[in-house]
């Protein structure tokens, strides 16, 4: 009896591969895809904010929008203070 040791190989080679395929699926799919989703919905909340709506910014400033520019709000956070931040600075849940 004749073994094919190269053949027993390349059936390993493949099973490996099919294996790791299915674990790129599997961590795309619970992993990456919803991360890309939060991010895409997050992006889209801070692209629908106006001026007069009420935001926290991820470090925690309660204010009210004055001014949208292309990538910054300007906001008052009371007595008189105004902040300019970053668009990506603001929280994407609404905090009324």
Do not use: C, W
Not at 3 to 31: C, H, K, P, R, V
Not at 48 to 60: E, H, R
């Amino acid at each position: 009896m004749i073994i094919n040791i190269n053949q027993d190989l390349s059936n390993g080679g493949y099973t490996t591969l099919i294996f790791f395929l299915i674990i790129f699926l599997i961590m795309y799919f619970f992993m990456i895809r919803p991360q890309i989703k939060k991010q895409k919905k997050a992006e889209n909340y801070r692209d629908s904010l106006k001026k007069g709506d009420k935001i926290v910014t991820i470090g925690g400033i309660h204010g009210k929008v004055l001014e949208v520019s292309k990538n910054t709000f300007t906001i008052d956070t009371g007595f008189d203070r105004k902040l300019k931040i970053e668009k990506s600075a603001v929280s994407s849940t609404n905090h009324k």
